[in-house]
């Protein structure tokens, strides 16, 4: 509206006393501001139906991530129990889930509050995406501080203390079981890791856990007695004989630029977002 003050200041000093250049100032000054104005509002409602199309696709992954979630949970075929055979698995269908119930949430908001244009649900929306942001950035924060915890004495010991074998109430243990099924391999450094350990004072007689055992898909369900015996008792044969911690460094590696990127463009879409939804926010009924 600065462009109309100066306009009217120039009219309003002008040495003209001819009463009909005041009336056209007067009535060029008020089409100047409703064409400023028409601008303003072309651009809250070019902000209101981006913000509207990007949540929809946003409401419609999160919709199809719920889904999927739900059918391998009820699936009637037998593909639930594959999946629960392997607890990495198991685990990522709750995580999908939960993804899912995430995006769908933001997806609902953001649609209803910018169609809508209420200012409530924009800003639930806002802060929601706002503590998803913080959330994450903590999370990078911590990752780069404790780094340096994550090596392989580290693990190594921890697993010594911790892990008790094959214990489906106790987490640690579980998830090691899931790590060694999952990548085929056996203990931080190699099966010598368990030496001298809390599982060898757990079971005095077994060399590996279960899970160290090749062709175990899940422990105690698949394996041969007698290879599985032979295997716990310390047989190189029937067992996983390299190191858990190369494995799952050299495969994460593989993907840490793809992660990255993803990181990265995730953040980005995060604040636009949240800088669409401020804005519309400001802009209604102003």
């Not at 462009?3 to 005041?22: A, I, K, N, P």
């Not at 950035?137 to 008790?164: D, G, M």
């Not at 980005?268 to 949240?274: D, G, P, S, V, W």
Request: net charge negative; proline share 2%; hydrophobic share 50%.
């Amino acid at each position: 509206m600065r462009e109309v003050v100066l306009f009217w200041r120039f009219c309003v000093g002008s040495s003209s006393t001819d009463c009909s250049v005041g009336v056209t100032c007067l009535e060029v000054g008020r089409g100047l501001g409703r064409c400023l104005a028409a601008m303003d509002g072309d651009c809250l409602s070019c902000i209101k139906y981006l913000m509207f199309i990007f949540n929809f696709f946003i409401f419609l992954g999160g919709s199809f991530l719920l889904g999927v979630g739900v059918w391998v949970l009820v699936d009637p075929m037998g593909f639930r129990d594959i999946v629960a055979a392997n607890p990495l698995l198991f685990t990522g269908v709750y995580i999908i889930l939960a993804m899912g119930g995430m995006l769908f949430l933001l997806g609902f908001l953001g649609c209803c509050g910018a169609i809508r244009e209420n200012k409530c649900l924009l800003l639930f929306f806002f802060m929601l995406i706002l503590i998803i942001f913080l959330a994450e950035l903590a999370a990078a924060i911590l990752a780069f501080i404790f780094r340096e915890h994550l090596t392989r004495q580290y693990f190594t010991r921890e697993l010594k203390r911790h892990y008790q074998g094959h214990n489906n109430t106790d987490v640690f243990s579980s998830t090691w079981n899931a790590i060694m099924t999952t990548f085929d391999c056996c203990g931080v450094n190699n099966p010598e890791d368990f030496e001298e350990s809390l599982f060898r004072q757990l079971n005095p007689d077994k060399m590996v856990p279960e899970a160290c055992c090749q062709g175990d898909s899940h422990p105690g369900d698949s394996v041969d007695y007698l290879s599985r015996d032979e295997c716990m008792r310390g047989s190189m044969v029937f067992r996983y004989n390299k190191g858990c911690y190369s494995v799952v460094v050299d495969y994460f590696e593989s993907y840490i630029y793809m992660a990255g990127a993803l990181a990265i463009v995730v953040l980005t879409i995060e604040l636009f977002a949240m800088g669409f939804a401020m804005c519309l926010f400001r802009g209604i009924h102003q």
